[in-house]
């Protein structure tokens, strides 16, 4: 065979390879759940407290708050932990606390070493919540009426110890919808399908943006501070809780909560792409397979049809001598870019608008994939405008 024969054999082989564990890690998927439908019932037999992590949110905290004031019981404490904010934040806070008594504003204390922020405000609000349940809800996350006794249902009926919601994302750019889907179908790639049954451990996916947990798992597990060095904290906690037996999952929410996370495709960039190669979460050898799954399912059916559709006439390639190689690649990409587009069809409910840029974003998967390896090859120095050095993960 000749080298052109030989290289191709070896991709097809890498690519099926890697489809095959794709493949494997998507089944579970077809018994995921629907999107948790909201509530109109309020629910007295059980409490929830919620925190909210804030340093200068001025800009998006406004629907989170009055989202959250729409909540019936089984709500009873709105706890905002706030981080010294210098741009309004805290005096929103205070105005919404007027009206609204289960709000309370809370200051953390200094940030001590070795904690990043955000994980020690939640902290701090666990140290201060009275609910039975505590429910982390992030600035950017705008709940809907009927959100909170539909996740507290939900996490009753599956006996989930831990769950949290993906988000239906409202209010992006073209720009933001052309490559934001094909960033989130990484997560999809290298931790299965969200909303399938009882993932292992180390495949766990959590939402920290919507993140309950029974206050009394928490504080058996360490609470917040098994996460306190991570940059996925809720990725972190999630798979911590579930490698000591508690039941973790991860539910469709986009029917009870929207999320407008970034400003411009620059800053969902710079901001989510830091973080959500999940390297605290995982370990690295598992990371950069990840990264050749994703580059191997995701980002090259595409080019490689275009490329094989320009040599269509090579012969080294698809003479019969050749035993069918250009032929195999191809069915090897054919069917990859197959389950990407479905996998698009699946995604379509967690987007309140779509149009052309949502279904054409399988264009924006070579970015992803960049975007990807970028994170995976580089520790993350500052968060939220904080920077950070020497951060040990919590053992």
């Not at 999107?35 to 406004?62: F, H, K, Q």
């Not at 309950?212 to 990725?235: I, K, M, T």
């Not at 968060?383 to 951060?391: D, T, V």
Request: one cysteine or more.
């Amino acid at each position: 065979m000749s080298p052109a024969v030989v290289v191709t054999w070896l991709l097809v082989a890498m690519q099926g390879v890697l489809f095959a564990a794709l493949i494997w890690r998507l089944l579970p998927g077809r018994t995921r759940r629907p999107a948790v439908p909201p509530s109109a019932a309020p629910r007295t037999d059980t409490s929830v407290s919620v925190i909210v992590a804030t340093l200068n949110e001025a800009r998006r905290i406004g629907p989170c708050l009055e989202g959250l004031m729409r909540q019936t019981a089984p709500l009873t404490e709105i706890l905002v932990v706030d981080s010294r904010s210098t741009d309004g934040t805290r005096e929103l806070v205070e105005a919404a606390a007027a009206r609204d008594p289960r709000i309370r504003l809370i200051t953390d204390d200094p940030l001590p070493s070795g904690w990043v922020g955000k994980v020690w405000a939640l902290e701090t609000g666990l140290r201060h919540a009275s609910g039975e349940w505590v429910l982390g809800i992030d600035a950017d996350t705008e709940p809907q009426p009927g959100m909170l006794p539909a996740i507290v249902d939900a996490a009753e009926a599956e006996r989930y110890d831990v769950v949290s919601f993906g988000p239906q994302f409202a209010g992006q750019s073209e720009a933001e919808r052309f490559v934001q889907p094909a960033m989130l179908l990484t997560l999809v790639y290298r931790c299965g399908a969200a909303g399938a049954e009882d993932p292992p451990p180390d495949r766990v996916m959590a939402n920290g943006q919507c993140f309950l947990a029974r206050r009394s798992v928490l504080e058996e597990n360490g609470g917040y501070a098994p996460a306190r060095a991570s940059f996925c904290d809720d990725v972190t906690l999630a798979r911590h809780i579930a490698a000591r037996g508690g039941r973790v999952g991860f539910m469709d929410g986009s029917r009870v909560i929207q999320v407008r996370a970034y400003t411009s495709l620059a800053e969902m960039w710079r901001e989510w792409g830091r973080s959500f190669d999940l390297k605290d979460a995982t370990p690295i050898w598992r990371r950069w397979f990840d990264v050749a799954l994703v580059w191997s399912t995701q980002a090259l059916p595409i080019p490689v049809l275009v490329t094989l559709a320009l040599l269509g006439g090579a012969p080294q390639l698809f003479e019969p001598g050749a035993w069918g190689a250009g032929e195999a690649l191809a069915a090897v990409n054919l069917t990859a870019l197959t389950a990407r587009l479905l996998m698009l069809v699946a995604l379509r409910g967690s987007y309140a608008e779509r149009g052309w840029p949502f279904w054409l974003s399988f264009l924006g998967d070579i970015p992803a994939a960049v975007r990807l390896t970028l994170s995976t090859a580089r520790q993350p120095k500052a968060w939220r405008g904080r920077a950070y050095s020497g951060l040990e993960p919590a053992t």
